[in-house]
């Protein structure tokens, strides 16, 4: 069973930095193809921060464009997010996700959720 192990949220002041990461810890991986941060803030939806493809593309939420950056290593099916200049709207669970592919070009590929991560922002 494939598990996504997030580490780096926590407590911080607005206009403070904080760096997330996920690894895809467990489980049988052929390949991966994109990789990806949602956050959910109280009372509301799951919404996309930033996403990664396999090749390096990579896809924002107006929101955080100019302040987060995603990141990621192949070699470690790793994920990190970047979050500068922080704001207390920013405050979230914070949740990793990965499409990957457990066997052979032609296998489906699955979805994988973190636990989540909270980042509170502080005024």
């Known amino acids: 069973q494939v598990q996504l192990v997030e580490s780096g949220g926590g407590l911080v002041q607005t206009g403070g930095s904080l760096r997330l990461s996920c690894a895809v810890a467990?489980?049988?991986?052929?390949?991966?193809?994109?990789m990806g941060w949602y956050r959910q803030a109280p009372g509301k939806q799951r919404e996309l921060v930033a996403r990664?493809?396999?090749?390096?593309?990579?896809n924002y939420a107006d929101s955080v464009k100019g302040r987060f950056t995603i990141s990621r290593d192949n070699a470690k099916n790793t994920v990190s997010l970047q979050m500068n200049r922080l704001k207390p709207e920013d405050t979230a669970v914070y949740y990793c996700?990965?499409?990957?592919?457990?066997?052979?070009?032609?296998?489906?590929?699955?979805?994988?959720w973190g636990q989540g991560t909270q980042v509170t922002v502080s005024s």
């Open positions: 996700n990965a499409d990957i592919q457990h066997s052979g070009y032609l296998s489906p590929f699955y979805r994988y």
């Open positions: 467990s489980g049988s991986v052929f390949s991966i193809n994109d």
């Open positions: 990664i493809s396999s090749g390096g593309s990579t």
